[in-house]
């Protein structure tokens, strides 16, 4: 069965009775978007750009609305078959919709408007409100992933400055996040998110939606590296099913050489070193010192991967044995960078781990410039509109010709009052804020990037990344 992905059907089933509770004379409905606040206090703005392509841009057609009509009517719910038919003879299936938003990229203090819509033909004021499930979700998540991507930039490259090489940093964080989201279109939305400020990746699925929804040929790079399954097979093989000691090295150096083969052709390998005992195989790679650094002339590199144990812990040892066998230099800021080999380590990290790791290298006296990161389902799956309490609200509607003032104000939360007016945000030379619309003495920073059905700004990668640079 293919799935029907028309727009009209894009929203929550309570939407779909809304356009019968309006107030009777409705012309217009003013709605935003922002973070109510959250883990951090600023948020790295993007995402909207792929729902403005993938969704709002197609018309729905006549077909669409009698499929619609043949679901939602079972479901029991009432159908604005009026109202659809007449955006359809109006406006051929586009939305007379206007979606203001601050550039892609922007990094702007929680509880500021991000996005306005509303609707550009009277006789649609229930339009507003039918697209908050969408809008909202295309803003939400990946501008919530790209913060978090973010904050842990601004980590990183808080010690590179201290300890290494600033420049290192669009590379000391992977994204190995495929496998732990929920969908394909979370990878690809997610791991774009996560590209904004890195790139380094190992999630395919975010170059595709680069390339479809911000025109950039290649968003990220990655490097051959080793699983598991590689390395268990080669002690397999060796002990034909007898017991696997911990210290046995036993045919890991020929999985070592095999990964080895690589830096013929590319500028560095990974070869996960943790299957049995990640301190013995760090031994193992020093006693083929001298292949190591023969395949390694010219700047190359091999990253060896603890994947178990405690993070802080086992990196700094891992250092501490290359080290002893492969020797470091001592950059200008006091700190061992090592020759020919690097750590990356991809379990178990968050902000905090990341933090707890390079504390420690730095404290035993090692550069930041030896440590790389790869972050699995923490980076794309582990937020949710929560973290940054992400919301849609109305905050002003036309009834009759006259505009009012909309908002809300539970006693029982103070965090979830909401904005009233036609508001917009603004900037000066003190910041970011969010204010009604019309002043004249600072600058407006959203920009009207879609009116019904075309889209009149469209941002390229390269213009996000800037936006975002720390």
């Not at 799956?381 to 104000?409: H, L, N, P």
Request: overall charge negative; glycine content about 8%; aromatic content about 10%.
């Amino acid at each position: 069965m293919t799935i029907n992905k028309t727009l009209i059907l894009n929203t929550d089933s309570y939407k779909l009775s809304q356009y019968k509770q309006d107030p009777p004379g409705l012309t217009n409905r003013f709605s935003y978007i922002e973070s109510r606040g959250g883990l951090w206090e600023q948020v790295v703005f993007f995402g909207l750009q792929m729902y403005l392509k993938e969704n709002l841009s197609r018309p729905f057609t006549q077909d669409d609305i009698d499929f619609t009509e043949l679901l939602v009517k079972p479901h029991g719910l009432p159908f604005n078959r009026e109202g659809l038919e007449y955006i359809l003879k109006e406006h051929g299936g586009h939305p007379p919709l206007r979606i203001k938003a601050a550039p892609e990229g922007l990094v702007i203090p929680t509880k500021n408007v991000l996005v306005t819509v509303e609707n550009t033909d009277r006789k649609c004021g229930w339009l507003t409100s039918y697209v908050e499930p969408p809008l909202l979700r295309s803003v939400w998540y990946p501008t919530t992933v790209a913060t978090n991507s973010y904050e842990s930039k601004r980590i990183i490259l808080d010690y590179l400055i201290k300890t290494g090489d600033p420049s290192l940093i669009e590379f000391k964080l992977v994204d190995f996040g495929s496998r732990g989201v929920s969908s394909f279109e979370s990878s690809g939305i997610g791991g774009l998110a996560h590209l904004v400020n890195f790139q380094a990746t190992d999630n395919l699925t975010a170059l595709l939606y680069g390339r479809e929804y911000y025109n950039i040929g290649i968003a990220g790079y990655s490097i051959p590296a080793s699983e598991h399954s590689i390395a268990c097979s080669y002690m397999a093989i060796a002990h034909k099913n007898a017991i696997i000691l911990s210290n046995d090295s036993k045919n890991e150096l020929a999985y070592i050489r095999q990964m080895l083969k690589f830096l013929d052709e590319y500028p560095m390998v990974a070869i996960v070193g943790d299957a049995y005992d990640i301190y013995n195989f760090a031994e193992l790679m020093g006693s083929i010192k001298e292949e190591i650094i023969e395949k390694t002339e010219g700047g190359k590199f091999v990253v060896l991967r603890p994947d178990s144990g405690n993070p802080p812990e086992v990196v700094t040892r891992c250092l501490q044995i290359l080290d002893k066998h492969f020797g470091s230099t001592v950059n200008d800021k006091g700190f061992k960078v090592l020759n020919r080999v690097r750590v990356i380590q991809g379990d178990g990290i968050t902000q905090d781990t990341i933090d707890r790791i390079l504390y420690r290298a730095m404290n035993a006296g090692y550069s930041a410039d030896n440590i790389t990161f790869g972050q699995g389902g923490k980076l794309l799956q582990g937020v949710d509109r929560d973290t940054q309490k992400f919301a849609m609200k109305c905050s002003s509607i036309e009834v009759d010709d006259v505009q009012y003032d909309v908002f809300k104000a539970p006693i029982t939360d103070k965090g979830k009052e909401s904005k009233k007016g036609r508001i917009t945000l603004y900037k000066n030379d003190d910041g970011f804020f969010t204010d009604l619309e019309g002043r004249t003495d600072c600058t407006e920073v959203l920009e009207t990037v879609y009116e019904n059905g075309r889209i009149l700004k469209e941002y390229t990668f390269d213009e996000v990344r800037q936006n975002a640079a720390i």
